[in-house]
């Protein structure tokens, strides 16, 4: 049986091997339910190899440094009037301006805790990957994981309590050059967004990587237009 999801196609006796993708030669595709031991969602194919590695290395680096990490998704989402006339540039700031403003939020709520004692402290680490919607606007998907003794949940972004999830909020509407409004939190937490990942425990982290691997789909995602469709924490 031949597999043909938009990729070069490759009898399923050869299904291992390296498809280039059709749209940016650079990238390869993957059509296997597991990346280098680890599953990923099936029903997606296919994904691109080379932000399964990113996405690997990501989480490979959270759990040198941290023992128990917390992984959340968020969407952030552009109010349509402004998306309407954001230009390719546009986009890449905002993304930029939003790390910034969040790790910089990370980093002054630190400082906070560790007055007078000391607190333990987290890297901001991050997957992130752009698509379009059907009527070719772009939108957002974000994956981040912190050290879990720093962060233990996401929350919820409307709670009257600062939280993981009005963090998140209150950096995306920095980026956006927004006044903060905690009733319209301009963020979508979907079901199951966060997961516990403990460095000894492989179904821990089974779980979080085949979930974090929609991030790492083809499909929705465009080429060539000068904005990039995928990116990572590189520390």
């Known amino acids: 049986m031949a ?7 490759y009898s399923k006796g050869d299904i291992r091997m390296r498809a ?8 390869h595709c993957h059509y296997v339910e597991e990346f280098k031991t680890l599953p990923v969602l099936p029903g997606n194919f296919p994904m691109v190899t080379q932000y399964l590695e990113t996405l690997h290395s990501v989480f490979e680096r959270a759990l040198n440094d941290y023992r128990r990490i917390l992984v959340v998704r968020v969407d952030p989402k552009i ?48 997957v992130w990957c752009r698509e379009f919607y059907q ?7 974000f994956l981040f994981i912190l050290n879990r003794d720093v962060y233990h949940q996401i ?31 301009l963020i979508h937490i979907p079901d199951q967004p966060q997961y516990w990942v403990d460095r000894d425990d492989v179904h821990s982290l089974h ?4 979930r974090a691997s929609y991030l790492c789909k083809s499909d929705s ?7 990039r469709s995928f990116g990572a924490s590189r520390s």
């Open 155 to 185: 929350g919820s972004p409307c709670s009257p309590q600062e939280n993981l999830a009005t963090r998140i909020s209150r950096a995306w509407y920095s980026a956006l050059g927004l006044e903060w409004n905690q009733n319209c939190p």
């Open 3 to 9: 597999l043909n999801h938009g990729c070069q196609t």
């Open 221 to 227: 995602k465009h080429y060539g237009d000068g904005m």
């Open 207 to 210: 779980r979080a990587f085949r």
């Open 20 to 27: 280039r993708h059709p749209e940016n030669p650079n990238l």
């Open 135 to 141: 009527e070719g606007k772009p939108h957002y998907h």
């Open 79 to 126: 109010p349509s009037e402004i998306n309407a006339r954001m230009t390719v540039g546009d986009h890449q700031r905002l993304i930029d301006r939003f790390l910034r403003s969040f790790k910089s939020i990370i980093k002054s709520d630190h400082q906070r805790r560790s007055r007078g004692d000391w607190a333990p402290h987290t890297k901001v680490r991050y």
